[in-house]
């Protein structure tokens, strides 16, 4: 949303509001010098500095890696049969959470560390017909322990700190599980002119040698190769999109390492700065504001965006569901821009638009599951939220332009949501008048509020009363509820927010998913788009995630908005029925069940029997597919292109992409 209240994620003005009282009362503070100076405000960050626990600990000099610091615990789990437990969902690869891109990550991360403890300054990653090749050039694994390393849960130096002091790795995990999870796993690691190699299928040791290597000697440093199992993981393929984005990120949060992926670099001189100005660049209204602390690190700006957008990593690891440390980052901003302004900014208005990225180095940090997209640790809240206040001071002081972008940036915020209250106060009446109820809602029983009761708990949004009657005959009422569409919403592309209120649909869409007042207070885990599959539906479906990324882009960022996709044909002869999703999965199942097998087309959803339509949206069984954006910026020209105004160049796109009906109705 732009300062005077349209439809900001695009918007490329930048509008500069007029003082307001506050404002004027802040710059006389300023003036007769009731500010803090900025020797205070150094002053006051190196008292934050002292409360980081991690420079309280004594330093240690990294000790010799040798066999006698791999500590072995208990026994190996059995990986292959509880997958689950250390890399979340399978998977095939269509998912940027998928398996195969943890198992990728795990070894990463090993080679990561070397780098972080000072060994190494390349990472060479090769990924070429599912087989994955990742050389570093550390100082490899002790070569009396490498079998141990790579096949003994629990067994490797992670857990010595004098070897490793902030591991990004899984703790001695992570390495066993890629090994259980192949069908070929190869390990060789280099010392000093030796090596040790392995070689295993499905986790059981199949080959193994050591020896003096022939000259030339290579460096020192771990190689392996690995290839995800389809006994696992079923057909798979890599999206080399989806791994570039994860080396982008090594590369930005090791600042000084190089990573080779397939023969190209990435490699990022200045951090956290280059993530975002790589991600949002271009719609920055003030130079990206950066603080790199021994232990933590962040960088920060502002945009005609709606809402916040986080990037948040502890150890290397990115936290893709926040923890103490994003709350605390949040805390100590909002503190450091009313202790420079000398304000009582709302919290709402410093942080709408802002978009930052936070890097924290923990020695023990505690993650709330195996994956680590969530941290748990509560004692360095505090240290944290007290040095990005005095950095954040600090930089504002010595920043003085970028501060009065930000003040004015705020004020504007301060009074759009003041002009936003008289609207959402009358729309509120006007709901009242009408009904106590959603009218086009069909809720569920539990929500994301009451735990793990509400873990599942989904919202389909449908297109008219014969889908949503199919649906509502074939859901769980406990974890889904229904909201369906009279047809066609409005393009919101361009609009006000307060054109939301005017719009007595999109209102209660609003409303029904319970984020008027903010995201945090979506009721559902997950929104499922369920439109036909039919040029209307994907009208519908393009006009539903503009509104989302208009105004609640955070729901699309944070990957809460699905597509559901259900089968286009059914193949069945009188003992069989197969749902085909793709025109290949209906020519092999016409092969399957001969000549005589009857095909139907589906068009809509309504034309599916409830009891046929039940195993679309049973959650083991239904397929969804993620709505993800790879980079925010590519969001206004993508919206400005296919929603906004005709143009020449979308005309002429249309007329080389348009399908005749005989090509839509296969």
Same mark, same amino acid.
């Given at each position: ?11 490329? &003005?930048?509008?500069? +509001?007029? @003082?307001? =009282? *506050?404002?004027?009362?802040?710059? %006389?503070?300023?003036? !007769?010098?009731? #500010? ?10 190196? &008292?934050?500095?002292? +409360?980081? @626990?991690? =420079? *309280?600990?004594?330093?240690?000099? %990294?000790?010799?890696? !040798?066999?006698? #610091? ?597």
């Amino acid at each position: 949303m732009g300062d005077d209240g349209t439809f900001r994620a695009w918007a490329n &003005a930048k509008t500069v +509001a007029k @003082p307001s =009282a *506050r404002t004027a009362a802040a710059s %006389a503070t300023q003036k !007769t010098g009731g #500010k803090k100076s900025l020797a205070e405000s150094e002053k006051q960050l190196a &008292a934050a500095k002292a +409360a980081d @626990p991690g =420079a *309280r600990a004594p330093k240690k000099a %990294a000790a010799a890696y !040798t066999d006698d #610091k791999i500590q072995h615990l208990d026994a190996l789990e059995h990986i292959r049969l509880r997958s689950g437990m250390y890399i979340g969902r399978l998977g095939d690869g269509s998912n940027q959470n998928d398996g195969i891109y943890i198992l990728l990550k795990e070894i990463i991360d090993n080679a990561v560390d070397e780098f972080i403890m000072g060994f190494g300054q390349r990472i060479d990653v090769e990924i070429k017909d599912n087989r994955v090749k990742v050389r570093d050039y550390g100082r490899g694994i002790p070569l009396g322990k490498v079998v141990e390393c790579v096949s003994q849960i629990n067994t490797g130096g992670k857990y010595n700190d004098d070897v490793f002091q902030f591991s990004v790795g899984m703790n001695g995990v992570g390495t066993k599980a890629v090994n259980a999870l192949s069908s070929f796993f190869r390990v060789i690691s280099i010392r000093g002119g030796k090596c040790t190699e392995a070689a295993f299928a499905q986790g059981k040791l199949t080959a193994q040698r050591s020896g003096p290597l022939k000259q030339p000697i290579p460096p020192d440093g771990t190689f392996f190769e690995f290839v995800p199992d389809e006994a696992i993981f079923g057909a798979y393929s890599f999206n080399m999109e989806f791994v570039e984005k994860r080396i982008w990120n090594y590369a930005y949060l090791n600042a000084g390492l190089t990573l080779r992926l397939n023969g190209k670099d990435f490699v990022s001189k200045n951090g956290l700065l280059d993530l975002l100005q790589h991600e949002i660049a271009e719609e920055s209204l003030y130079a990206v504001g950066s603080y790199v602390g021994e232990h933590i690190q962040f960088a920060f700006t502002h945009t005609n965006a709606y809402g916040e957008q986080y990037f948040s990593f502890v150890n290397g690891q990115y936290t893709s569901d926040g923890g103490t440390h994003l709350t605390a980052f949040k805390e100590g901003f909002i503190k450091g821009v009313n202790d420079f302004f000398q304000a009582s900014f709302k919290s709402e208005d410093v942080r709408d638009g802002m978009t930052a990225a936070v890097l924290v180095k923990v020695k023990d940090p505690v993650f709330e599951s195996q994956t680590k997209n969530k941290l748990g640790n509560t004692d360095i809240r505090a240290w944290i939220a007290a040095e990005v206040q005095g950095g954040l001071d600090t930089w504002l002081h010595k920043n003085p332009q970028a501060a009065e972008r930000l003040r004015q940036k705020i004020e504007a915020n301060e009074k759009l949501r003041t002009e936003l209250s008289s609207v959402k106060k009358q729309a509120k009446e006007n709901a009242k008048k009408l009904s106590i109820r959603i009218p086009k809602l069909k809720d569920c029983r539990y929500f994301v509020q009451d735990g793990a009761k509400g873990a599942d708990s989904m919202i389909f949004i449908t297109e008219g009363d014969s889908a949503s009657g199919t649906m509502t005959h074939s859901r769980n009422a406990d974890s889904q509820a229904i909201f369906s569409l009279r047809g066609k919403p409005e393009n919101m592309y361009g609009k006000k927010q307060s054109d939301i209120y005017k719009n007595d649909e999109l209102y209660q869409l609003m409303m029904a998913l319970g984020i008027e007042s903010g995201i945090e207070h979506l009721k559902y885990a997950k929104i499922v788009i369920a439109t036909d599959a039919d040029n209307d539906g994907f009208h519908i479906r393009n006009l539903v995630l503009t509104f989302f990324l208009g105004y609640f882009e955070e729901l699309v960022t944070g990957g809460r908005v699905f597509i559901l996709e259900t089968p286009l044909f059914r193949v069945r002869n009188k003992k069989d029925n197969i749902y085909c999703y793709t025109e290949a999965e209906r020519d092999a199942a016409l092969r399957k069940l001969g000549a005589g097998a009857e095909v139907s087309r589906f068009k809509g959803l309504g034309e599916i029997s409830p009891d046929e339509f039940r195993q679309f949206i049973t959650p083991e069984t239904m397929h969804l597919t993620p709505v993800e954006v790879s980079q925010l910026k590519v969001i206004p020209q993508l919206l400005s292109f296919y929603m906004g105004k005709n143009t020449p160049e979308r005309r002429r796109f249309i007329e080389e992409h348009l399908l005749t009906n005989a090509e839509i109705d296969v």
